[in-house]
């Protein structure tokens, strides 16, 4: 009985981590040693974001609950993996992962869910490349503003252009 309280209170627990969550990470775990691992937390903490082990069936048990479905990629949620919950900005925290997977053998991303999707393989490797969040808005309001401060300058420059001739005329005739 005792067991079955423990199993109920982990999938609680991933619920409000995932309810709490803008996404998760996927990656497994093939013999990370702690001291390793205690790396890995700590770098994820500071990326504003949170590492643990939970067993595939409970994480996958608090993942119908909430209502995420991984139809395509049950693969996701086979071997020893661990999962991380991004609570800030879900791109940086997955180069901070891959980052770090770069250094360890041992521990290998397989997936990212955002905005409803889930992300595998090669589209990891993309996602990271992106850069932060605030300079693909700032582009974005640039590529906008840009044409927008153009016109008004078309717009505006008969009439600058116009007084530029009249001054030019009082400034002769003084």
Known sequence: MALRQEKVAV??????????????IIAENRGLVIKDFETLRKSVKQKGGEAKVIKNTLFNIALRQKGIKFDGSKSLLEGPNIFIF?????????KEVISFSKGN???????IFLDGRV???????ALSKLP??????????GGIAGPLVSLVNVLQAPIRD???VLNNIKEKKS
Do not use: C, H, M, W
């Open 162 to 164: 116009l007084l530029y």
């Open 132 to 141: 932060p969040k605030e300079v693909l808005i700032a582009r974005v309001v």
């Open 86 to 94: 991004s609570y800030g900005d879900e791109i940086e925290l997955l």
């Open 11 to 24: 999938v609680e627990s991933t619920l409000e981590r995932l309810n709490k969550a803008k996404g998760f």
């Open 119 to 125: 992300y595998e393989g090669p589209q990891l490797e």
């Open 105 to 111: 053998d041992k521990f290998v991303p397989k997936g």
